[in-house]
């Protein structure tokens, strides 16, 4: 073995405690009183989940608050603020950027992320040129796949078409769209669907994203999806006009998406920000987040994603899926153990059946791509939101994070701190340590 976690208590088995040995960038024994000469750490109890899953988040419009404007702070306004500011992108600046929120996704514990990227006759390959190194660049931390997208629209856009080809054509894994952006929503569906098919990827739509229930075209998408046989391939995003549908409609688009096959990603932080704000002058605003948890009763697999960091579409962002996980609970009136967690498979194991993660889990075999929780129940991690101490990446640590601790209280301390911060996670830094495996004292030392 590489490395052993010592005394851990793994998501779905949390009640004991075990060992988990890894041996080659993989998981190669789970079981108690796992013995070998190589590093060692002791995790005291604590949690250890499977890696992160991010499946909806924007890269290439990443950190451009100081370039838009968000008065209004509608949809309309966040889709042409961002057309403006796309103008000026260089594949330099999408790479810096880029780099900026990939870096935050990582030391949150992310592993695993499908990032959406425009293209368009404006911006053209440059945001394509600018996030595409970075599936290389950080493969030592990250599995980072592409889902090329038309947000200003495709049949109602020329040359958006051929820019799309060539995407898929250069290696985005991912096909997907905006038809509320389209003259002719349908007509965008059945295009992504051709193109997916040519390609062999597979789909994943900005769909019936408005404030209310009129127009939605969810239907279509599971139309598409059964005549091409895509069950299980096909994701969809937002879908905030589902939550202005009565009660028997909601059922019924449910059961629609089950049997079709069709996943759905809700993204709380753009869809609250964002919608409801037709009332805002004569009503409280409605929220406008989809209740996934009930849609994984009736058999719908769902996930939460991030979708977008510090810019006009949501000028928040930690790059935090637990964050995220904890903010949909909040919102949606999640109370249960069961459903909360819920809440945490739909940050983890779910959205790795999204993306169709061969090798994803706590499992003997599988890629050893783990986070350590400040917790010992995935629910109580989403409920407080309890700090990653540890991420891996194919078994090699990728940053130790020291356990915040309380200080006495002494005479002589008064006017110092009253906490010890978590050390500050640098990744370049933690860079130069891999090779030095300098943190192998750090290791050792464990947390229990
Ligand atoms: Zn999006």
Excluded at 149 to 168: H, I, K, R, S, Y
Aim: proline share 6%; net charge neutral.
């Amino acid at each position: 073995m590489d490395l052993i976690l010592k005394n851990a208590r793994r998501v779905g088995a949390e009640r004991e405690l075990t060992d988990i040995g890894i041996a080659g960038g993989r998981i190669a024994a789970i079981a108690p009183g796992l013995a070998s000469g190589g590093e060692t750490v002791d995790l005291g109890g604590r949690l250890v989940s499977p890696g992160f899953v991010e499946t909806h988040i924007h890269l290439d419009k990443s950190c451009i608050l100081d370039r838009c404007s968000s008065e209004r702070g509608d949809l309309d306004e966040a889709i042409a603020e961002v057309a403006k500011a796309k103008t000026a992108f260089t594949p330099e600046d999408v790479h810096a950027r880029a780099v900026r929120t990939l870096e935050k996704a990582i030391l949150q514990g992310t592993t695993h992320m499908r990032t959406h990227l425009e293209v368009d006759p404006g911006i053209g390959l440059r945001g394509l040129e600018g996030v595409l190194p970075l599936i290389k660049q950080f493969s030592w931390a990250i599995d980072l796949q592409i889902c090329v997208f038309p947000q200003e629209g495709l049949l109602n856009n020329p040359g958006t078409d051929e820019l799309m080809v060539a995407a898929l054509e250069r290696g985005c894994r991912v096909v997907g769209g905006a038809p509320y952006t389209d003259s002719d929503p349908p007509g965008q569906i059945n295009r992504i669907f051709e193109l997916a098919r040519d390609y062999d990827v597979d789909v994943d739509l900005h769909l019936d994203f408005g404030p209310t229930a009129e127009g939605m075209v969810f239907d279509h998408v599971c139309k598409r999806t059964e005549e091409f046989q895509y069950g299980g391939r096909v994701a969809i995003g937002h879908v905030t006009r589902a939550t202005s549908l009565p009660m028997p409609a909601f059922e019924a688009m449910t059961r629609r998406l089950a049997d079709a096959g069709v996943a759905l990603t809700v993204l709380p932080s753009t869809d609250l920000y964002l919608m409801g704000r037709h009332h805002q002058h004569d009503h409280n605003v409605t929220r406008g987040v989809v209740p996934a948890h009930k849609l994984l009763h009736h058999g719908v697999n769902c996930s939460l994603s991030s979708n977008n960091i510090l810019n006009p579409f949501t000028p928040f962002g930690d790059c935090s899926q637990l964050r995220m996980a904890n903010l949909y609970a909040n919102i949606c009136q999640v109370g249960t153990k069961a459903d909360m967690h819920e809440c945490f498979n739909m940050v983890t194991r779910r959205p790795a059946e999204i993306m169709r993660l061969a090798d994803y889990g706590l499992a003997v075999g599988n890629s050893a791509d783990l986070v350590v929780l400040d917790a010992t129940e995935p629910q109580m991690a989403v409920a407080e939101l309890s700090p990653v101490l540890y991420a891996f990446k194919r078994g090699r640590n990728e940053y130790p994070r020291s356990l915040q601790r309380l200080l006495p209280a002494h005479p002589r301390r008064a006017g110092r701190r009253i906490f010890r911060p978590a050390a500050r996670p640098d990744l370049r830094h933690q860079g130069r340590l891999r090779r030095r495996r300098s943190s192998h004292r750090e290791r050792q030392s464990g947390l229990a």
